[in-house]
Structures are given as C-alpha cells and as structure tokens.
C-alpha cells in the first residue's frame, strides 16, 4: 500500500440502500476485527450529520475516513475533506454505487474490506458548485434531476435498477422541455433541453453511462446535452444510455469544460451524487485532483 493509516474511522449510513446500512452492520464489524483493522465506527443520524462525523474525524487526527453507505453519504463525506490530506476511503451500501464503481472499488463487503488493507490512495477532481458545496460524480438539470427526485421518494420501496428505470418510465408521461443557456470556457448556448447531465464520472442511476468519456481525474467536466424528443424516440434513446451508445445520436450533444455557468427560463434543480444541491441558476468549476481516495 502506498501508505500505513495510524487511526480509521468508519462512517454508517444506517438507511444506505433501503437499510443495508444497518442490517450487515453486524458482518461488517465482524470483517474489519477479523483482519485486524484499526477503526472507529460512528452511525451517521443524518446527511450533514456525515459531514460532521468526517470534519471531527480530521480533527481526531484520523488520516482515512471510510464512508460505508451509498453516493450520498460518499457525497457528504467529501465535503470537508477536499483539500486534505486526510484519505476517503468507501464501503459501498447504496442503492446505486455509481462512484465506487466508476473508481474501481468492488461492491462485494469481502473486497471492499480488503481494500482498507491492500488498497493504494490516488487523487480525483471534484466540481465545486456556486464556490460552496461539492461533487464527485454527475449532476444534472431537466428530466433527469425531475426522475431523481421520484426515485428518492421511492427508494425505500424499489430495490437495483427498477429504482431509477421506474421513475424514467413514469416521468415521460408528464415532463416539458424547459430552455437553459449554458456557458463553457469556449462557447455559449442556448435552447429547449430534455436534460444537461454534467459528469465527472461516467455513470449515475446504477450503470447509466450518460458522460461515458469522463474520467475522474482529468481536470475536465463533461457535459451531456439532450434536445428534447418525443417519448416514442425518449424510449429509444433510453435503453442505449446503459452502454453510453446516446451519444451517437443526432439529438445527442457532447461537451467538455472546465466551467459551465447555467441559466433557464423557469427554475429548474440541480440533483448530483443523487442529491439536491441548488437551483438555477448556478456555476460548476472543475477543481482538479482536490480529493485523497482509497482504490485498488
């Protein structure tokens, strides 16, 4: 490993993927005393309530603070971390996992337990939003902050993928195209859209590819632009989103910036790492490998 951690702490989401959180909390215990890792564990009580258990972590003097729990509670954690030394390491228990993923850090508990021990610290960007708050993997405005929305009302009743393809199906009965003006380093724009996805990674909503050439760690935000369509050619496109094939399509539009200033015509919300961050408008900027993560 590229360096020894002298003091861990273990962050619970105890309502991560529907109550995973709590229930293998107990094998979870079990795992880290059986490979003899040196932790303290805490249950988080609330989304900022993450955000405190890791900023008081950093002042214990803790160099790794492992979120255990889905994107959002990775998301919370990362608040006060950006700009540390301190490490973040994850315990994936969420619902979608898009993060983890994307960076390599298996779901299985076994393997991700391993990693606290085997696992080597690389740096990533992250996209600080209006000079505040922060994300790690893909924001987005239009149908797909509107779908969010619904999947967060009705995660504790759907389960995998049929957590976010339900809400989709549902949201194309009723959504209108909203217009935006978009601002990046080269060019402005302006228009009706079905959605902006904006990406640091390539994946959001358990596997959908929506920025598929984004990587973690190359200074640069992408951007998914998606002209509004019917909903007979919405079901068309959709299902092609899951291998990143969308944008091979006419209505499709691919961009990549280090900044991207967003207005619209009627107030629309930014959701990112499965959360709501603000409404329009607002201003995303690419801080470039700000944030310590734990990976294989």
Known sequence: MEESFRKIKIIVNPTAGGGKGRRLFPLLRQKLLDRHIPFHLQFSESAEHVTHLARQAEGEGCNLIVACG?????????????????????????TGNDIPVNLGIPENLDSACDLLLK?????????????????????????????????????????????????????????????????????NLRGPVLMVAFGNIKSYGKGMQITPLAESDDGLLDICWIDPVSTFRLYRVFPTVF???????????????????????????????????????????????ALRVLVP
Request: some cysteine.
């Open 243 to 289: 291998a990143g094939k969308h944008i091979e399509m006419p209505e499709v539009h691919y961009y990549r910036t280090t900044r991207a200033r967003v207005e619209s015509s009627v107030p629309m919300d930014l959701y990112g790492d499965g959360e709501f961050l603000c409404p329009t408008p607002f201003t995303l900027r690419v801080i470039p490998q």
């Open 119 to 187: 696992g080597q610290v690389r740096q990533m960007d992250v996209i600080q939003i209006n000079s505040a708050a922060y994300m790690a993997g893909v924001g987005g405005v239009g149908f797909d902050s509107e779908v969010n929305a619904i999947a967060n009302k009705l995660k504790c009743f759907l389960k995998g993928k049929a957590a976010y393809v339900f809400p989709v199906l549902l949201k194309t009965i009723t959504y209108r195209a909203k217009e935006i003006a978009l601002r990046l380093d080269n060019e």
């Open 70 to 94: 889905g994107d959002g509670t990775v998301h919370y954690a990362l608040q006060s971390m950006v700009g540390s030394r301190c490490a973040l390491g994850i315990i994936p228990m969420g």
